[in-house]
């Protein structure tokens, strides 16, 4: 007989091969890595405003009135004259004078025109230039504390590191394209100002008064008007770089079109400024009071 048939055996699981070596296996690719951020965009540039003045050619120049002054003061015209003798200096006429390092404090000014003239490092505190004409003068370094310059026309002068801190009346004077960088202005009055196309870096406005105040075109990189009263002050297309308006009084005062890079309004009364098409970057707006006009949300850089 042939042998009984046996059932079918279930057929035993094939062993699974053994795992690579760890040193064998395949990893996925890395990610790439993130770019770095592209550096902050630097602050929009506005159109420059040219404010240009000619200074007098004052080679071998002999002011006609520079004989008539009273009291034979017309020796005293030179440096480091002292005007102690001479305190009447009405309408006279000093253009192109080279008075450096003179003593003119308390002098009456009044009306006189120094047109070009040099006065880097004279003192003139307490001194009365009202309407005088101080065009293209240079007046760096001057000791100014006190003088009154009400109505007095300083355009493309130069007031590099100037002191005028604490002067009652600067109202209406004309600064317009000035050298000014680094000037103390600080308790000034300087109401109708007029700055427009000055160099104004560095320099001081803190607790001045500016109201009606024109900075149209100026260059302003880290000017400082903390707690300074800037009532309806225009500094439309302009471009404000590192300024400080901490604490300051700026209602109505116009930025339109202004570029605003890391500026700091802190606490500043913004009420009813105007700031159709302005650029702000980095500004710090923490503490502001009012409610201005068409604020943009400050960008970051991007």
Same mark, same amino acid.
């Given at each position: 007989?042939?042998?009984?048939?046996?059932?079918? !055996?279930?057929?035993?699981?094939?062993?699974?091969?053994?795992?690579?070596?760890?040193?064998?296996?395949?990893?996925?690719?890395?990610?790439?890595?993130?770019?770095?951020?592209?550096?902050?965009?630097?602050?929009?540039?506005?159109?420059?405003?040219?404010?240009?003045?000619?200074?007098?050619?004052?080679?071998?120049?002999?002011?006609?009135?520079?004989?008539?002054?009273?009291?034979?003061?017309?020796?005293?015209?030179?440096?480091?004259?002292?005007?102690?003798?001479?305190?009447?200096?009405?309408?006279?006429?000093?253009?192109?004078?080279?008075?450096?390092?003179?003593?003119?404090?308390?002098?009456?000014?009044?009306?006189?025109?120094?047109?070009?003239?040099?006065?880097?490092?004279?003192?003139?505190?307490?001194?009365?230039?009202?309407?005088?004409?101080?065009?293209?003068?240079?007046?760096?370094?001057?000791?100014?504390?006190?003088?009154?310059?009400?109505?007095?026309?300083?355009?493309?002068?130069?007031?590099?590191?100037?002191?005028?801190?604490?002067?009652?009346?600067?109202?209406?004077?004309?600064?317009?394209?000035?050298?000014?960088?680094?000037?103390?202005?600080?308790?000034?009055?300087?109401?109708?100002?007029?700055?427009?196309?000055?160099?104004?870096?560095?320099?001081?406005?803190?607790?001045?008064?500016?109201?009606?105040?024109?900075?149209?075109?100026?260059?302003?990189?880290?000017?400082?008007?903390? !707690?300074?009263?800037?009532?309806?002050?225009?500094?439309?297309?302009?471009?404000?770089?590192?300024?400080?308006?901490?604490?300051?009084?700026?209602?109505?005062?116009?930025?339109?079109?202004?570029?605003?890079?890391?500026?700091?309004?802190?606490?500043?009364?913004?009420?009813?400024?105007?700031?159709?098409?302005?650029?702000?970057?980095?500004?710090?707006?923490?503490?502001?009071?009012?409610?201005?006009?068409?604020?943009?949300?400050?960008?970051?850089?991007?």
């Amino acid at each position: 007989l042939p042998p009984p048939l046996l059932p079918p !055996q279930p057929s035993l699981p094939t062993a699974s091969p053994p795992p690579p070596p760890w040193w064998k296996l395949s990893f996925p690719p890395p990610p790439p890595p993130f770019p770095p951020p592209p550096p902050p965009l630097p602050p929009p540039s506005l159109p420059a405003v040219s404010f240009t003045f000619s200074k007098l050619d004052c080679a071998g120049y002999l002011p006609p009135l520079l004989g008539k002054l009273r009291d034979g003061c017309a020796a005293l015209a030179g440096p480091h004259a002292v005007f102690d003798a001479c305190p009447d200096l009405r309408n006279a006429d000093l253009r192109c004078a080279n008075l450096e390092g003179a003593m003119m404090s308390g002098v009456d000014l009044s009306g006189a025109v120094l047109d070009s003239a040099n006065l880097m490092g004279a003192s003139l505190t307490d001194s009365d230039l009202t309407n005088a004409d101080l065009r293209c003068a240079n007046l760096e370094g001057a000791m100014m504390s006190g003088v009154i310059l009400g109505g007095a026309v300083l355009n493309g002068t130069n007031l590099f590191a100037a002191s005028l801190s604490g002067s009652s009346s600067l109202t209406t004077a004309s600064f317009a394209g000035a050298e000014m960088r680094d000037a103390d202005l600080t308790n000034a009055n300087l109401e109708h100002a007029r700055f427009d196309g000055a160099i104004i870096e560095g320099a001081d406005f803190s607790s001045s008064t500016l109201p009606f105040a024109s900075f149209v075109g100026a260059r302003m990189y880290a000017a400082k008007f903390d !707690q300074a009263k800037l009532w309806e002050a225009d500094f439309s297309r302009t471009a404000l770089p590192t300024v400080d308006f901490n604490k300051a009084e700026l209602t109505r005062s116009d930025f339109s079109g202004a570029s605003l890079h890391s500026c700091v309004f802190s606490m500043a009364n913004i009420d009813a400024c105007i700031f159709t098409g302005a650029t702000l970057v980095q500004v710090d707006l923490s503490g502001y009071v009012g409610t201005p006009v068409d604020l943009p949300q400050p960008a970051a850089p991007v």
